[in-house]
């Protein structure tokens, strides 16, 4: 959680396993460049085998396609961020290509929450079918809802549970700051629900 200006909170991802992937892919690039180093010396001394040309060129392509990747898978989980300030929480949408994106912007008062939940589906956070290879895969959302039913879909599949009642109980702590009585469940209920129901669908 990190606090900004104007009592604005932003909540980044905090579950390690992207950070993880992200950290393997650089070092992944960085003995691409280690390898490709090899086969260049021995290609300039002309003592070279067929097999280390093939592997070399392999490399060479994971060196210059391997950062654009990288920067990409950084820039797809980084963009993930919660915001909070007195009026409102939000998402903006996730800088990725159009076809992949899960995230839209997305926006709703605290004066309008009258209940939330977590959920689990293969769809974007518009309720609608995502055409790439995403849409096999079921992402975690936070749902908040308004007093007719209307939901806004927030992605968190790499916030941990932990962190999400946090999120919650700040949420619940802003509805009342603004004069409105929230009765919907509570934090600890939308977990448990959620363990209940939904997190079986991830297993």
Not at 147 to 166: A, D, H, I
Request: proline share 1%; glycine share 4%; charged share 25%.
């Amino acid at each position: 959680m990190l606090k900004l200006k104007n009592n604005k909170t932003c909540y980044v991802q905090n579950n390690i396993v992207p950070h993880i992937f992200a950290l393997i892919s650089l070092i992944g690039i960085v003995l691409a460049y280690y390898y490709f180093a090899i086969v260049l010396s021995k290609l300039l001394h002309n003592v070279y085998e067929l097999k280390e040309l093939v592997v070399g060129i392999f490399f060479l392509f994971v060196m210059l396609f391997g950062p654009i990747g990288l920067f990409l898978i950084i820039a797809d989980f980084e963009t993930i961020i919660l915001f909070m300030d007195n009026d409102k929480v939000w998402m903006n949408k996730q800088v990725t290509f159009k076809k992949d994106r899960i995230q839209y912007k997305t926006t709703i008062k605290f004066a309008d929450i009258a209940d939330m939940k977590l959920i689990v589906n293969n769809c974007d956070s518009r309720g609608r079918s995502i055409s790439s290879i995403r849409s096999v895969s079921l992402k975690k959302y936070l749902v908040l809802m308004d007093e007719n039913g209307k939901e806004k879909r927030f992605f968190v599949q790499w916030y941990t549970n932990k962190y999400l009642f946090k999120i919650m109980t700040e949420i619940v702590a802003r509805i009342e700051a603004v004069g409105k009585v929230y009765s919907g469940a509570s934090p600890q209920e939308v977990i448990d629900n959620y363990k209940q129901t939904e997190r079986k669908k991830l297993l």
